[in-house]
């Protein structure tokens, strides 16, 4: 979970030399060799960036941050990015196929929903839909 630094190299680069540095709520990373005392280097299995109602709603900066990450995303290999919603109650989930994201999934927040990158990976939505305010 944030803050972790996920360091997306254009290629093979030294650690410091790389520009591209995200943080995403929930970062999931199935290859340990991935990981060292810095955070993540190199694609994550998947994403999940969990948006505010402020953001959600009001800020056209917002809406292109999210433009601008899911093209960042699928341009260096992140298997699956979700965009939680929790104020209309829907997640949007982008799967990684042939190199590029198709069509998103969009549903309500119930139920369970496994990861295909990580199938190991279960969000319980109905425990995430009780902790959130009506």
């Known amino acids: 979970m944030a803050p972790f630094d996920v360091r997306l190299p254009d ?4 650690n410091e030399a790389v520009a591209t540095v995200v943080q995403p709520d929930i970062t999931v990373v199935c290859d340990p060799f991935k990981l ?3 955070g993540c280097r190199g694609a994550p299995d998947c994403i999940i960036e969990v948006l505010s109602p402020a ?4 800020s056209a900066s ?3 941050d999210q433009v601008r990450k899911l093209a960042l995303y699928e341009r260096h290999g992140v298997k699956e990015y979700r965009l939680a ?3 209309d109650r829907i997640v949007t989930v982008y799967r990684l196929d042939g ?3 198709g069509r998103p999934l969009v549903m309500e927040m119930e139920g369970r929903l496994a990861s295909t990158a990580c199938p190991q990976v279960e969000i319980d939505w109905a425990r995430v839909v009780k902790g959130l305010p009506c």
């Open 99 to 101: 190199g590029v994201y």
């Open 11 to 14: 290629g093979d680069e030294a």
């Open 36 to 38: 060292d005392e810095r």
């Open 62 to 64: 917002a809406g292109q």
């Open 55 to 58: 953001s959600a709603s009001a």
């Open 85 to 87: 919603h929790p104020g």
